[in-house]
């Protein structure tokens, strides 16, 4: 009798315990997908908390990538890219869903173009190339579409000849083949931009204030430097040959500091003519030619789409 009496708490003490703890497991599958729905609506922030209470309440659920994966896009979204970052790299560490870590790569490259200088994100995309997370047809998709980020990468630092060579490795059976070709060609338009030469804006500046800012297309700051240096120059002469030593000291210490942004001005404006020249060729580039990959949760697959800005 006390046998059977122990063993019935037993089992009612076992019945106590485990249910919250079923219970908790039943209630935490609806949060990811109330977080997906919150994501599809553009709601962000509140995709990520539901998605961290999934995260929470199953940490060993099969679809904590999934999780995670939401999470790097919707801190993506907001901006917060150092998080992205680390989502999209729990992603790609994992080994259960290979299919989503296939996506995480492109999304961390992503983060890591806007985090980083440009060198990390060639980087990145150079190991994606010499080192593809997957083998046979899988690898050469992964090469191809390596090169391709890289090229467009190369392209937008204005190192046109090395964007060309990457384009030109792009298998021309591949999705994107097309596209590389047709770039490889266009990039070497490129070499061809009335680009000014810094040093020579200097120079010039330096001979006759305005001049290295006619020099670099920029007759309105030539227009300024010349003038106000002329007339601080001309105020400073006729202090010296008034012997107003006070006055020619001011004006001297203002003419000297004018002189000298003079020339940086000249210099900075001549870098800022180029890279707008070079910013205005790769937008040309990009509406014409630019391909978009991404990833379709409907057809849970890869495509590609034309990326056009009015």
């Not at 995709?47 to 919707?74: C, I, N, Q, W, Y």
């Not at 040093?199 to 007759?219: D, E, K, M, N, V």
Request: charged fraction near 25%.
């Amino acid at each position: 009798m006390i046998i059977r009496r122990a063993f019935l708490i037993l089992i009612l003490f076992l019945i106590l315990v485990m249910s919250p703890l079923a219970l908790k497991a039943e209630q935490a599958g609806p949060y990811l997908d109330f977080a997906n729905s919150l994501f599809e609506q553009k709601d962000y922030y509140r995709a990520v908390t539901e998605a961290k209470r999934f995260l929470f309440l199953k940490p060993d659920d099969p679809r904590r990538a999934e999780a995670h994966l939401l999470m790097g896009r919707s801190y993506f979204q907001i901006r917060q890219y150092a998080r992205a970052k680390k989502a999209f790299t729990a992603v790609i560490e994992q080994k259960e869903r290979p299919d989503l870590k296939a996506e995480a790569i492109w999304e961390l490259g992503r983060c890591i173009e806007i985090l980083g200088p440009g060198s990390e994100a060639a980087n990145y995309y150079r190991r994606l190339i010499d080192d593809p997370p997957y083998s046979d047809n899988e690898a050469a998709e992964f090469q191809n579409r390596a090169r391709y980020k890289l090229g467009w990468l190369l392209l937008e630092q204005g190192r046109f000849v090395q964007s060309r060579q990457i384009f030109s490795s792009i298998n021309p059976e591949h999705a994107l083949g097309d596209s590389a070709a047709r770039l490889s060609e266009a990039v070497l338009e490129g070499r061809e931009l009335p680009l000014v030469s810094p040093t020579t804006a200097g120079i010039l500046s330096a001979a006759l204030p305005g001049a290295g800012q006619l020099y670099s297309h920029r007759p309105v700051d030539a227009a300024l430097a010349f003038g106000l240096n002329a007339a601080f120059l001309w105020g400073t002469v006729e202090a010296y040959n008034g012997e107003s030593w006070a006055v020619f000291t001011l004006l001297g210490l203002i003419e000297t500091a004018l002189y000298g942004g003079n020339i940086y001005n000249a210099v900075n404006g001549s870098h800022i003519h180029n890279k707008k020249l070079r910013e205005d060729f790769v937008e040309r580039l990009r509406r014409k030619h630019m391909l978009r990959l991404g990833y379709s949760r409907v057809s849970k697959g890869a495509y590609l789409s034309w990326a056009l800005k009015y």
